[in-house]
């Protein structure tokens, strides 16, 4: 069996054959976004690639038509196995600001260079297409169906303004409020109208309200969807949507309690009729496993790249990762492409990564999550530090809480 060293230097020497071919695969997902559930050509680019790697290929796995499973199997039992997650979706008006086309491809030249430097007897490589990362939680829907199950490692990385090992991801959850009144002319006979704006507005000022109560951690932001056709017709209908995150699962169903009873508050003192719709999607927060992130930092100093000391606060959205880390053990690293001043869901970021900042970042990606695989795959006494992080967090999740 190849030792450490030499698998890793094999890895970065295959990726940097096959890196113009991921580049332009790379390029080719930037100049052709595709929203969640319908990257139909990405997945397409990607799984033809993995299948010339040698890679056996599973389309729509969980029921979901662009997911997919590239697997090089295993040569006997009880074996590891390592997986890389690819995203590839794009944001609507904004293409790939988000960097996903560097992620996708990233993903797939490390589990390329795996297979294909790594005998079967080594373990099992898979590379898993998890859509709709923007919208519509691919991986919640995965994770459901047991995609991440009896993986000993699952990694990505993401391109952003800093380099961070360890990055974590609030839990999210989606309402829309639905608010029915009664048309009316708003001056001729305004006492014959039920404004549902108004149930709306007052939803909003609610909110504001209880944002003074709660935990600086969570979050409670919307958007007004519907309010009404013109100044002089009383709405009968308005609508509210709000993204609502907590820190754990537990504080983000404490908090959609709240911000729900904000909405009837809002209803019952406007005399119209709400109607709430709870987004079954889930994102969940991110259990970062630190010894796995720790295995990722040391490949990625030995690459020439370093977290800034000390690190800058971490701004935390959310991400369906966090599903799959709730799963098996799971990191989501940052690889620094833009300046600090640039933020991702920008013109600026999808310029750049569709630039040779974004190709330094896709190839630095590729090679870091290689190697960190290798460690795992190579590595026992690495592999049982990473187990054995991951069973004492699930078994302190799972442990029964005092009454308080």
């Keep these: 069996m190849m030792n450490l060293d030499r698998a890793k230097a094999a890895a970065k020497e295959y990726i940097d054959n096959i890196a113009p071919l991921l580049w332009k695969l790379s390029l080719d997902l930037h100049k052709h976004p ?56 794009a944001l609507p008006g904004l293409g790939h600001a988000c960097g996903h086309n560097l992620i996708a491809m990233a993903s797939a030249g490390a589990g390329a260079a795996l297979a294909n430097i790594l005998k079967p007897e080594t373990g099992e490589v898979q590379v898993l297409g998890t859509p709709a990362e923007e919208g519509g939680g691919g991986k919640v829907i995965m994770a459901d169906k047991g995609l991440f199950q009896g993986i000993d490692a699952n990694m990505m990385m993401h391109p952003s303004s800093e380099t961070r090992s360890e990055v974590n991801f609030l839990a999210l959850a989606e309402l829309r409020f639905n608010f029915y009144g009664k048309t009316s002319h708003a001056s001729a006979a305004p006492e014959k109208g039920i404004n549902a704006l108004d149930g709306v507005i007052a939803t909003f ?22 309010g009404g056709q013109a100044p002089n017709i009383i709405p009968e209908k308005a609508s509210a949507w709000f993204y609502v995150r907590s820190e754990t699962q537990e504080g983000l169903k404490a908090i959609l309690k709240r911000v729900t009873e904000c909405a009837r508050g809002a209803a019952r003192s406007t005399g119209t009729k709400l109607r709430v719709k709870k987004i079954p999607i889930e994102y969940a927060p991110m259990r970062t496993n630190s010894a796995l992130a720790s295995l990722f930092k040391n490949n990625l100093e030995n690459l020439g790249i370093f977290e800034p000391v000390p690190l800058p606060p971490l701004q935390m959205g959310s991400s369906d990762v966090g599903n799959a880390s709730q799963k098996t053990p799971t990191i989501h690293p940052e690889i620094k492409m833009v300046a600090p001043d640039v933020s991702a869901h920008t013109h600026a970021f999808a310029k750049a990564a569709g630039g040779q900042a974004g190709r330094k970042t896709l190839i630095l990606g590729a090679k870091s999550l290689a190697m960190t695989g290798i460690d795992i795959l190579l590595n026992k006494k690495a592999r049982e530090q990473v187990r054995t992080e991951f069973r004492s967090e699930t078994n302190h999740a799972n442990r029964p809480k005092a009454n308080r």
């Design 34 to 89: 595709e929203i969640a559930f319908e990257e139909k050509r990405s997945s397409a680019q990607i799984t033809q690639f993995l299948e010339e790697q040698g890679f056996q290929l599973e389309r729509g796995v969980a029921g979901l038509p662009t997911a997919f499973r590239a697997i090089r199997p295993a040569k006997g039992k009880n074996k590891p196995a390592v997986s890389y997650m690819s995203e590839y979706d």
């Design 205 to 226: 000022n609610a909110i504001s309200a209880l944002r003074q109560q709660i935990l600086q951690s969570d979050r409670i932001h919307g958007v007004i969807t519907e």
